[in-house]
């Protein structure tokens, strides 16, 4: 059994909009779907079904699911699930503070093991976690929605 790695993502973005507003946001399978997923799937309770989904998505027409189950939703402070097939869960955690007149996100995901393909993994989910807070914040700034090539 390979041991997890002490590493950690850790992604950083403010938000001109009050936490309540950035954690209505992220615990809406409708509004992931509006900036960042195709099909996505939540139910926001302690317990409750999380299935990230794309279809076609990026330049380089990415299709992937993936399983996953909230772990923590307190409002509106702290939304956390585990995701990842069995055996390769990882648990991804946002924050929220409300700091400079907005929300100062910090989103963390851990418990990678330490294998070539879990690096990989990490390598890719650190990017994109960038983009997904990037354009959460476009998102609720300025109602911005990325569109892929062919849309």
């Known amino acids: 059994m ?6 950690t993502i850790k992604q950083r973005t403010f938000i001109a909009a009050p936490p309540e507003k950035v954690y209505d946001t992220i615990i809406s399978a409708k509004e992931w779907d509006s900036f960042f997923t195709t099909g996505m799937v939540l139910e926001p309770r302690p317990g409750g079904k999380c299935e990230f989904s794309w279809k076609d998505w990026g330049p380089d027409f990415y299709t992937l699911k993936v399983p996953g ?16 097939s069995e055996g390769k869960e990882t648990t991804v955690s946002f924050e929220l503070a409300a700091e400079h007149g907005g929300t100062v996100v910090t989103l963390t995901e851990q418990g990678y093991k330490d294998t070539p393909e879990a690096r990989s ?15 959460l914040k476009f998102y609720i700034e300025k109602g911005l929605v990325y569109t892929g090539p062919g849309k």
């Open 69 to 84: 189950k909230v772990v923590e939703a307190t409002k509106p402070n702290k939304f956390a699930f585990c995701w990842g």
């Open 121 to 135: 993994m990490m390598l890719e989910c650190a990017s994109g976690w960038g983009e997904a807070l990037t354009l």
């Open 2 to 7: 390979s041991k997890l790695l002490d590493e």
